[in-house]
């Protein structure tokens, strides 16, 4: 069985061989990369800065959470809004794994400008089992680039180390919670953030849109399950459809998009079943978005695929 | 108790390594074109052959050694999926492209008595992600398990330590997939004894 004391131990003592020298630790505040940061500071205190990059694709609240969690955690932290870069290189790009592609060009763009102006020689991931196992490679098939992995340009100007590479997540929450980091139960939202809950082209007001489509989503489904009306799932949101069909409201015929919204059941991502949630809950998310975004959405569905054939998210 | 995954490329050869370590046993995942000999001298105690995204109508190229390891290995070997279609091929059988593919949830039903399903209900929940599967069975093998739209889920060879199954028993949402592994890990040490 996966000893989290024990990894935590040889982990850290890796580290410590390994960082002889400054190093930054790309931070998004999930529970992956900031049980990979708190790894670090354990190995080489001061010498580490955390970089959270807000790529404009993060969800309702996102980045001052994260900037609470680093002041708490007591690291060295930059964070830097890069949303303008991001919209930009997305303009017009509908394909999932050139969104992917281009989103994992620019995290290491703006991680280059940072070590450059720190004089960093590493950059420390949270890359886990299945961003490269998905990554594919070799014999393996490309599923998703994950934006840590397949996304990486050749040219980097640094050495990347990547300590929790043969775990899942079920076991970094373990080590999570050993280390008492904030964010051990935090359900896994994607690097790429929000751009791979639009599917196809990404404008401003989309990504405001599922924005607030995700945190309805994620309010009910969290007070329910606090309510003990539903088990908790594993991964719950929300997804802006590109298709637009028509309603009716006011007596005004309407015709805007449909927000599909999907929970899963999982231990590690790898695999997973969708959540039998009830009816009643179902009905209230489709109610508060179908109202809250009228205009923009008159039509939300449920997901009922597993993993396999579907992935998790839809892009 | 040494047991190597050989990886065919498959999306959970990971998965399957971990199940192993999970249970005990010492473990690594090897490249399927990793030469017999350098297996042999490690003292490997069994072989899973992983699943893979290479189609076995015409892509068993894409499988390396894994023939060599099948003709020569004096030792108890698991093929799941793409690896269970290959052990079929590599006997004289037949595989190629299923009539139905299954991907997800299926109902496997245990058709016969066999080490590798001991302690078994009947029927289990299985995942399953193939686009191919079994169409003839060579006769020195049997099958042991089905399902609704994939009569060969499960074989094994009538004579030597060799088992297949064309679900996936390494992920979390198979039902009874580890004691898959804690049977094969049992045959494993059986057949060591026995030596």
């Known amino acids: ?49 955390a970089v959270y ?32 870069d991001f919209l930009t290189a997305l303009e017009n790009v509908t394909e999932p794994e050139e969104k992917r592609k281009i989103i994992g060009e620019r995290f290491i763009r703006v991680f280059e400008e940072e070590a450059k102006k720190d004089g960093v020689k590493y950059l420390i991931q949270g890359t886990i089992a299945p961003d490269w196992i998905e990554s594919g490679g070799g014999e393996r098939d490309t599923i998703k680039s994950h934006h840590n992995v397949g996304g990486l340009p050749e040219d980097i100007g640094f050495e990347i180390v990547e300590p929790l590479r043969d775990v899942y997540k079920d076991e970094v929450r373990k080590v999570a919670r050993l280390l008492g980091v904030e964010s051990k139960e935090r359900q896994p939202f994607p690097g790429p953030g929000l751009a791979v809950r639009i599917v196809g082209d990404i404008t401003k007001e989309k990504v ?58 999982s231990l590690d991502g790898m695999s997973a079943s969708y959540s039998k949630i009830p009816h009643e809950v179902l009905e209230k998310i489709s109610i508060e978005i179908t109202n809250k975004l009228g205009d923009k959405v008159n039509r939300v569905v449920y997901d009922i695929t597993n993993k396999p054939p579907g992935t998790i998210e839809f892009e | 108790m040494k047991i190597f995954v050989v ?22 995942i090897i490249p399927n074109t990793t030469p017999l000999k350098e297996i042999e001298k490690e003292n490997v105690d069994g072989l899973v052959l992983s699943g893979g995204a290479a189609r076995i109508g015409w892509e068993s190229a894409r499988l390396g050694e894994i023939g060599e390891y099948l003709n020569h290995a004096k030792i108890p070997i698991i093929g799941l999926c793409v ?39 009947k029927t289990f929940i299985a995942w399953e992600s193939h686009n191919d599967e079994i169409k003839e069975l060579p006769d020195e093998f049997e099958i042991l398990a089905s399902s609704e739209n994939c009569l060969i889920q499960a074989i094994h060879h009538k004579e030597k330590p060799f088992y297949g199954l064309q679900y996936h028993p390494e992920v979390e949402d198979t039902e009874f997939g580890y004691e898959i592994f804690k049977n094969f890990i049992e045959i494993c040490k059986k057949y060591k004894s026995e030596k």
């Open chain 2, 83 to 121: 690896g269970h279609q290959f052990m079929a091929l590599h006997f004289g059988g037949k595989a190629g492209p299923s009539t139905v593919p299954e991907f997800g949830k299926t109902k496997v039903t245990v058709k016969r008595d066999s080490p590798i399903f001991k302690g078994f209900p």
């Open chain 1, 1 to 49: 069985m996966f000893d989290a004391e024990k990894f935590v131990k040889e982990e850290t003592e890796k580290l410590k061989e390994k960082l002889t020298d400054k190093a930054m630790i790309a931070c998004s505040g999930g529970v992956d990369s900031t049980v990979a940061a708190v790894l670090a500071k354990k190995a080489i205190g001061n010498n580490l800065v």
């Open chain 1, 53 to 84: 990059v807000d790529t404009g694709m993060m969800r309702k609240n996102e980045t001052e959470e994260v900037r609470k969690m680093f002041e708490n955690l007591g690291l060295n932290f930059k964070i830097i809004n890069a949303s303008e």
């Open chain 1, 208 to 265: 405001e849109v599922v924005r607030e489509a995700n945190a309805i989503m994620e309010g009910i489904i969290e007070k329910s399950a606090d309510e003990g009306k539903i088990e908790k799932p594993w991964q719950y949101f929300a997804t802006l459809l590109s298709s637009k069909t028509v309603g009716v409201h006011g007596d005004l015929r309407n015709y805007v998009y449909i927000v599909s919204i999907r929970a899963v059941q």
């Open chain 2, 7 to 28: 990886d065919n490329g498959g999306q959970w050869t990971h998965r399957e390594w971990r199940v192993l370590r999970d249970l005990g046993v010492e473990t690594k």
